[in-house]
């Protein structure tokens, strides 16, 4: 489904500075702070784009105008998704992209055992002659 024979130049598009948790909504970000994450990429864009089955296009060389430093987009298509009734608006998508890429398996967090520490001895308060 990455590479799709129709033109894509009509479908919607995705750049991964929407979705970046680091982002103001002036540099470019179009989803709220809660939903956000931190440093999205193209490719787990692609991933949750595959999972939700919606026809999308990567264009690697693409970058957004606001922040050129971030390489790739998606093209994605919601015109002809009668199928889920989730996602009608881009607005409704970039939501539901932000909340799947929080919950892919190469953003979560492998849990660290706590230590524990021993006690520190309290220095003596009395002076010393």
Do not use: F, H
């Amino acid at each position: 489904m990455g590479t799709v024979d129709e033109d894509s130049s009509g479908w919607n598009i995705i750049y991964p500075t929407y979705l970046d948790k680091d982002c103001t909504t002036s540099q470019g970000r179009k989803v709220n702070l809660s939903v956000a994450v931190s440093k999205p990429t193209v490719d787990e864009i692609k991933i949750v784009c595959e999972k939700i089955n919606i026809p999308y296009v990567v264009e690697e060389k693409k970058r957004y105008p606001r922040n050129w430093m971030v390489p790739g987009r998606v093209r994605v298509c919601l015109k002809d998704l009668q199928t889920n009734e989730r996602t009608r608006t881009k607005k409704q998508l970039l939501n539901e992209i932000a909340s799947l890429i929080s919950q892919l398996k190469t953003r979560q967090q492998p849990k660290q055992p706590v230590q524990t520490t021993p006690a520190s001895k309290k220095k003596s308060t009395k002076k010393r002659r």
